[in-house]
């Protein structure tokens, strides 16, 4: 069969399944088992009516059928109207109504013709504990069952009022009420063990998810943790800077005497000039407050595509205030834009927090680089180094490991442990090449585009 042909064939099939699906049931088991049931209901309600008229136009009506054919349109008839009920949502509802009238046309049935007529036809019965076991748990089953003995008895009960000998009838009672019996614990035994395995399923589906909420309010928090260290260890550039800028401001206020005593159009210029550099100052303060505040903030990590070469390009002030003048900063910036996917401010307290190992590592001055080269894979590649003393083998196979620090009591151990994982979620990785002696060499790649929204399960 060729592809167009398998298509045209599925379609309609993929259209029903759909159709069938379709039902506003907010139970996730009822959900399953209401296409197998309207699938079983559509087909006993138009087929059953089928075969009775097809038997009558070719046989004729059996004698005494009447009873046989009224309990069997009422049955057809009602599985149309369960189907209509489970596709408004009344699932268990539609399924009560069909076995309490099903199981009373049985005792009509069995009333009119007896257990001996009617004892051999099991379907029907075998049916009803199926489905009340299956979709209704173990107490309908065994209702199911007990509603079954009665009509049992109540059709051996015609046979004694009705036949001479009972032998056969008794015969066959108990062989029914037996196989019903064993029929009905094996029943009972799958629904258990079905629905332990299923809350079972759903408990630690439950677990895992608060697990994953657990690990990822501890991730926000363990990231915002590394933002205040950060924050705290730019605080002395942050005061040197604000220091300039007070410095500025006062000095044109100490010199108000001097201007003043100018002649009034040497004067007017001299103010304008001294607001213009006021103004100027205050700006460079209020800056400088606001990249703090941002960057501190508890926020929610949202990776976003953006240029890093003009974040790397910002975060210049931010370093220059984080190292001593004994270092010397390099950023070698290409002139094309590269674009990587990341949370903005998680990427700045990357940046800082390599910069912070990297003066840590040079105590004696040196020189801290960072340059975004071009790579053959379409990733964004940073390359974040340092002339520092460098790492051995040992410490070098553990630098990512929560909690380890050689920083002694000054350090928590978190923050690469912290963006390792960061890189991480968003399809990035990082690795380190460095030899005592010889400084450090952090390499970063980024994706440059947004993660593909996961396809919807069907």
């Not at 009905?184 to 399923?201: F, G, M, N, P, Y």
């Not at 834009?337 to 927090?353: H, I, Q, S, T, Y």
């Amino acid at each position: 069969m060729s592809h167009s042909v398998k298509e045209i064939v599925l379609a309609p099939v993929r259209r029903a399944a759909l159709w069938l699906r379709d039902v506003p049931i907010g139970d996730p088991l009822d959900r399953r088992n209401a296409p197998v049931m309207q699938v079983l209901f559509l087909f006993s309600g138009l087929v059953v009516p089928a075969l009775w008229a097809y038997h009558i136009l070719m046989v004729g009506m059996p004698q005494g059928g009447k009873v046989s054919l009224s309990t069997s349109l009422v049955v057809a008839a009602l599985q149309l109207f369960c189907v209509a009920m489970i596709r408004r949502g009344h699932f268990r509802r539609a399924i009560r109504l069909y076995l309490s009238v099903t199981l009373l046309c049985m005792l009509i049935e069995y009333l009119h013709a007896g257990f001996y007529t009617l004892g051999n036809l099991q379907i029907e019965p075998l049916m009803t504990l199926m489905i009340s076991a299956l979709v209704l748990g173990r107490g309908a089953l065994w209702a199911t069952y007990g509603m079954l003995q009665v009509i049992s008895l109540s059709g051996f009960a015609m046979d004694a009022y009705r036949l001479p000998h009972l032998d056969s009838s008794f015969a066959n009672l108990l062989s029914v009420v037996s196989s019903q019996f064993v029929a009905a614990v094996i029943l009972d035994r799958t629904v258990h063990a079905l629905r332990e395995s299923l809350a079972e399923s759903q408990q630690r589906g439950r677990e895992l998810v608060h697990e994953m909420q657990a690990r990822e309010r501890a991730q926000s928090q363990l990231v915002h943790a590394q933002k205040l260290e950060t924050t705290g260890r730019l605080a002395s550039g942050i005061a040197h800077d604000f220091g300039n800028v007070l410095h500025v401001i006062t000095a044109y206020v100490s010199g108000r005497n001097r201007i003043l005593a100018l002649p009034q159009p040497q004067m007017e210029d001299e103010v304008e000039r001294a607001f213009e550099a006021i103004g100027t100052a205050a700006e460079r303060g209020t800056q400088i407050t606001r990249k703090l505040l941002a960057f501190s903030r508890h926020d929610i990590a949202r990776p976003v595509v953006f240029d890093a070469v003009a974040a790397v390009q910002a975060l210049q002030p931010m370093l220059r205030q984080l190292f001593p003048p004994s270092v010397r900063i390099r950023i070698d910036e290409p002139g094309a834009a590269r674009p990587a996917c990341f949370d903005r401010g998680e990427f700045d307290l990357m940046v800082l927090n390599l910069a912070a190992n990297a003066r840590d590592a040079m105590p004696d001055g040196g020189e801290f680089s960072i340059a975004l080269p071009e790579s053959g894979d379409g990733m964004t590649t940073l390359v974040i180094a340092d002339t520092g003393h460098g790492m051995d083998a040992a410490t070098r196979a553990r630098i990512f490991d929560a909690f380890f620090t050689t920083k002694g009591a000054a350090g928590t151990g978190l923050g690469l442990a912290v963006i390792r994982d960061v890189i991480g979620a968003t399809g990035g990785d990082i690795r380190v090449d460095s030899e005592p002696g010889r400084g450090s060499r952090f390499t970063v790649r980024l994706s440059p585009t947004l993660p593909a929204p996961a396809a919807a399960g069907g």
